[in-house]
């Protein structure tokens, strides 16, 4: 029955949204009436409210969707969606203050004298507004406005003219700042801790672990990651259209005729052309550079926008008149004022020492408030100018109302959809499917393509994506990254606003196109270009490093980066050691050997032991890292005679669980019948559940009979290559870890030399001191030898004398007989220490710099940053790992 009342909940929101009933009320009120239906049926048929539901009930699943409502708003750690409005604001500032205007007339002069220039000056100038506004109706409206009037009158194909207006418009949906990119990254925040609950039992069910290593673990993404993933898709989408209209115009030069320019190429148009360039691409760097050099979050980035694009209203709307620039420049020299400051001088007040501290924050103060006064400034002209402000700040009021207002209503309809077994239903078709991941993937991207014919950006992201994301994130054949579905979900999801019925570019550009240019015509010039975003959709999808190459750069080149030993970075780090050790072995070899020869006698038999054992570590595991490859290689080798059965075998596995777990619904229910009068019923679910188990007994036998035998010996070979790595890993930090506890050691000897002065003070009050003050003044000193490397001795000898003090009758003699053993241990270690860093020092730190980035890789803190862009660069890669399941 949960099946009828699926298709109730979705019969109910189709007919809603084709009515035009708002979608912001049609999504939580058909979850709603659904529920109340469903809770009504079970009453009124089987004396439960329950009885049509998956599991729980609607009081379980209405809670469910406020919580999902709550979730949205109060959550701390989903801050993303802050980031809409401030973006937004940005937009449609930047759109009211005819920057876009002054954009599209300045390159269409520029590129005009090219074949197919206007078409060209059209993309450009869509990529630019999209790296700073991002609204797709503002966009498309400036640009039909403004754009298509001049391509008509230059004689442009009426459809390709529509169609690079219509197209360009929404590559602010890829590009970032996007709303749609924030929404996703927000979306898929969920999504991924479904899919590592999945994997995780997926794994429990294979190999009977009760723990995954976190190698396997799905990785979460955020709004800033998605930016990042989704630059260099967006400017590939831009470059397809530039060379499509290129390649068209070169073929038909009737469709795109070249337009002289009829003033001068001269140093005022460069002005021009400067001044017009210059602001957006200045707004885009703080934005956008921002987000990808880590000084601000996508949050901060978002306030930085809106400042910045008042500060351009400011001049913009003032054109021609005196003063127009001063906000700017005022803004300017106190951002760069800002920046010299904080690169010269701490501006922590709490932390203020000295005149120069003071000075310090005194300019800072000074430079951030010019800052708020230039933001003033720009704020009262544009509020004085047209009300500007007021307008844009009443339409930020309601663009972001109805993106949020959706949100919530998509988390009621999502909690319904639940209620009655739809994402189970969704993951039973999707994992019956032949083919492994890519032809989820694909039945999902041909799903969401259909659905942008009907619903808009937001419907598909907060509906479709928490249902169908889990599941393919879950995946390990795939392993795919939640930035690169996330990219490309919103390429995918691009392509809504420009096929008919209800593209919202199409709609946009009919209100304001003149009434030569047909709505066929429209609809004819969208279709090369939603083939092409098809086409950068596989192009993206068969190069995942497009996607996750700069995520990865900028998450392992910052000062946050994580540590090598991090297991989802270990493969990817013993990758980059296998190369150096393949390209300079031999000088490590070297060095290994010449470290053997030197002389360690004179160190404590414990240190010199460790160090000398750590030269054999070391060339041990050049050895063991070279066996873990080869092995690697007989596994590669091994998997494609393994994979076919071992997917065909997990295969029926899935539906063996699936009947199993039909059978025990089955049996609890006939286990709850008692009584004469339902004996007939009872009997019945006794029978199909035997039904049931032979089928499942009849599927079972189908797992052919060499399958234990293929599959422990491609898990002996598997696990010979695992054993090899954690060999080779404690290999390595046995060979490298002794290295760095010498240097440090004899790094701590001027140290160590200056406290013998103290040590002598304090031995002579022993016999004659206070008690009380002596164990302080013991306490303080142990303090400082336990901060040298090394002294641990030492520190312990004092221990031992303080404890000999303590009491209500302390024990001066055993006290100084404690300080003598103590002040020998001390000149014991002055002696070696003194002698080794002379002696040793020098040539053990340069053994260590030759082994730091090999053998000792995995101690750093981070990765430098040879080893962090190789690293990123083969992190960005998919790697499948469904054969460890």
Known sequence: MELYFLALLIIFMAGALASGYPVAFALPGSA?????????????????????????????WLSAGVTNLRGVYWEVERDTLIAIPLFIFMGIMLQRSKIAEDLLLTMAQLFGPVRGGLGISVVFVGALLAATTGILGATVVAMGLISL?????????????????????????????????????????????????????????????????????????????????????????????????????????????????????????????????????????????????????????????????????????????????????????????????????????????????????????????????????????????????????????????????????????????????????????????????????????????????????????????????????????ANITAV???????????????????????????????????????????????????????????????????????ALTSDTAPPPRNPKLLYCVEEYIQGEFLANGNMIRDAIATARGFDLSYLPTQLETSVA????????????????????????????AF???????????????????????????????????NADAKQELVEQTETLKIERDTLAATIPVDWPERSAAFAEVRDAETLLRRQFRRAADSGYEPVVTLMNTLAGTEAYNALEAELEALSDQIADGEATVLMEQISALANKFSGIEGASDVRSGLSKVRRALRGDNPDFSKAGAEMLKVFIEYRSQLSWRERASGELAVNIASYEAIIRGTIGARQQDQLNRAQALFVASCVADHRDISLNF
């Open 613 to 640: 054992g750590s030269f054999d570590e070391a060339e041990k595991a050049i050895g063991l890292l070279a066996d873990a490859k080869d092995a690697e290689a007989v596994v590669v080798e091994s998997a494609p």
């Open 149 to 477: 009037p001049a391509m008509l009158k230059n004689n442009y194909s009426r459809p390709l003219a529509a169609g690079t207006i219509a197209a360009s418009g929404t590559l602010g949906q890829i590009i970032p700042p996007s709303i749609v990119l924030i929404i996703l990254a927000d979306q898929l925040t969920g999504a991924t801790d479904q899919a590592s609950t999945i994997r995780k039992a997926l794994h429990k069910i294979a190999t009977g672990e009760l723990s995954m290593p976190s190698e396997f673990g799905v990785a979460t993404t955020s709004a800033g990651e998605m930016f990042l993933g989704a630059l260099l898709p967006g400017l590939v989408l831009v470059g397809l259209y530039m060379l499509f209209i290129l390649i068209y115009a070169f073929l038909r030069p009737s469709v795109a005729p070249a337009v002289p320019f009829e003033g001068n190429f001269d140093r005022a148009f460069v002005i021009k052309v400067v001044l017009a360039l210059v602001p957006p691409l200045t707004l885009i760097f703080l934005v956008l550079g921002s987000i990808i050099t880590g000084v601000a979050t996508v949050n901060q980035a978002g306030a930085i926008g809106a400042a910045g694009a008042l500060i351009m209203a400011g001049y913009r709307l003032t054109a021609g008149e005196k003063g127009a620039f001063y906000p700017a420049i005022l803004a300017f020299v106190s951002v760069i004022s800002i920046w010299l400051v904080l690169r010269n001088f701490d501006t922590n007040i709490k932390n203020i020492h000295s005149s120069n501290d003071v000075l310090g924050v005194t300019l800072g103060v000074i430079a951030t408030s010019g800052l708020i006064i230039a933001l003033i400034w720009s704020g009262a002209r544009a509020l004085r100018i047209n009300d500007t402000l007021q307008g844009v700040m009443i339409e930020t009021a309601k663009t972001t109302s109805l993106v949020f207002i959706i949100l919530l209503g998509a988390a009621m309809l999502t909690a319904a959809f639940r209620a009655f077994g739809g994402e189970e239903l969704v993951k039973e078709f999707l994992g019956g499917l032949p083919g492994g991941f890519w032809s989820k993937f694909v039945v999902v991207m041909a799903v969401i393509f259909v659905l942008g014919f009907f619903l808009d950006f937001i419907e598909i992201a907060v509906v479709v994506v928490p249902i169908v994301a889990p599941i393919l994130l879950a995946d390990p054949s």
């Open 484 to 554: 690169w579905l996330g990219v490309m979900i919103g390429l995918n999801i691009q392509t809504s606003f420009l096929t008919p019925p209800f593209g919202f570019a199409l709609f946009y550009l009919r209100g304001v196109a003149p009434a030569i240019v047909k709505t066929l015509e429209i609809y004819k010039g969208v279709v090369a270009f939603i083939c092409l975003q098809l086409v950068a959709l596989v192009i993206v999808g068969l190069n995942p490093p497009l996607v996750n190459y700069l995520p990865s750069r900028l």
């Open 643 to 677: 994979r076919p059965i071992h997917t065909e075998v997990r295969f029926i596995e899935s539906e063996i669980r699936k009947f199993d777990d039909e059978i025990d619904e089955l049996e609890t229910l006939a286990s709850r019948l008692r009584g004469d009068e």
């Open 32 to 60: 709603i009436l659904t529920i109340a239906v469903a809770a009504i049926s079970g009453w009124l048929f089987t004396g439960s409210v329950d009885s049509f539901f998956a599991q729980g009930g609607p009081g379980q």
